[in-house]
C-alpha cells in the first residue's frame, strides 16, 4: 500500500493550527500511525489507530481519518514541533510509511 | 527506562557482508516482536524486516529478501541483522525497533520504541 503525504514541506508560524494529509492507494480502515523525526534522532510515535494520542504526547497533536484519507493536525504550532512527520500503515502487510512532510517555523 | 541501541555499522564495499546488533534492555525482550527499519540519507523511512517472540516466524521487504537475515537472541536481549551482497542503494541509517503487541494480538501496529540507528555505508 501505499502513503502519499501532502504537503511535502510546510512554513508556518508559531502559533499556526497546521493540517498534514496522508493518502492510502487503497483503504486501510483506521490503521494509520503518525511520527515526528527531529534531525539525527529516531522517529517518535504520536498517533496511533488513526487517532489516538501515544502517552506523554502533548494534546496539541491530534489525527483523525478512515479508508483512504487522514488527517493530522498541530493545532497551535510551537518551536519544538519542528521535523519531518510521517504517516505509516499497517492495515495491508508489509508496513509502509509516507514519504513524510518538514514542518519549519 | 527501555533503550535499544544499534551496533556493527560502517564502511562497507559493494558485494560484502555486515552484522548489525541491537541491544536490548528496560523491558522484557522476549515479549516483543522486533524490527529492523531503515532510512537512506535524506530520505524517508522503509520497514525491511520483522521476526516474532519465539524466532518461529520473520519476513522481509522485497527490497532484501534473499540478501539480509533477522535474527534474535532472547537470553542474551539482543536482535541481529545479517546483511549479505550489499549494494550501494542499501546505504541507510538502520534502527531496530519494538513492535508492541497485546493478550489477543501479535503487534498492535506501531513502532512504539527506536534505537538511535546505526550508519552502513555501501561504497567501493
Known amino acids: 500500500i501505499q502513503l502519499t503525504q501532502s504537503p511535502s514541506s510546510l512554513s508556518a508560524s508559531v502559533g499556526d493550527r497546521v493540517t498534514l494529509s496522508c493518502q492510502a492507494s487503497?483503504?486501510?480502515?483506521?490503521?494509520l500511525n503518525w511520527y515526528q523525526q527531529k534531525p539525527g534522532k529516531p522517529p517518535k510515535l504520536l498517533i496511533y489507530?488513526?487517532?489516538n494520542l501515544e502517552t506523554g504526547v502533548a494534546s496539541r497533536f491530534s489525527g483523525s481519518g478512515s479508508g483512504t484519507d487522514f488527517t493530522f493536525t498541530i493545532s497551535s504550532l510551537q518551536p519544538e514541533d519542528i521535523g519531518t512527520y510521517y504517516c505509516?500503515?499497517?492495515?495491508?502487510?508489509?508496513?509502509?510509511f509516507g514519504g513524510g512532510t518538514k514542518v519549519q517555523i | 527506562q527501555v533503550q535499544l541501541v544499534e551496533s556493527g555499522g560502517g564502511l562497507v564495499k559493494p558485494g560484502g557482508s555486515l552484522r548489525l546488533s541491537c541491544a536490548a534492555s528496560?523491558?522484557?525482550?522476549?515479549?516483543?516482536?522486533m524490527s529492523w527499519i531503515r532510512q537512506a540519507p535524506g530520505k524517508g523511512l522503509e520497514w525491511i524486516s520483522y521476526?516474532?517472540?519465539?524466532?518461529?516466524?520473520?519476513d522481509y521487504a522485497d527490497s532484501v529478501k534473499g540478501r539480509f537475515t533477522i535474527s534474535r537472541d532472547n537470553a542474551q536481549n539482543s536482535l541481529f541483522l545479517q546483511m549479505d551482497s550489499l549494494r550501494a542503494g542499501d546505504t541507510a541509517v538502520y534502527f531496530c525497533?519494538?513492535?508492541?503487541?497485546?493478550?489477543?494480538?501479535?503487534?498492535?501496529?506501531?513502532?512504539?520504541?527506536w534505537g538511535q540507528g546505526i550508519l552502513v555505508t555501501v561504497s567501493s
Open positions: 525497533a519494538r513492535m508492541p503487541g497485546s493478550r489477543s494480538l501479535d503487534w498492535l501496529g506501531y513502532f512504539d520504541y
Open positions: 528496560g523491558f522484557t525482550f522476549s515479549d516483543y516482536y
Open positions: 521476526i516474532s517472540t519465539r524466532v518461529n516466524t520473520m
Open positions: 487503497q483503504d486501510i480502515n483506521n490503521h
Open positions: 489507530d488513526a487517532s
Open positions: 505509516q500503515q499497517y492495515g495491508n502487510l508489509p508496513p509502509t
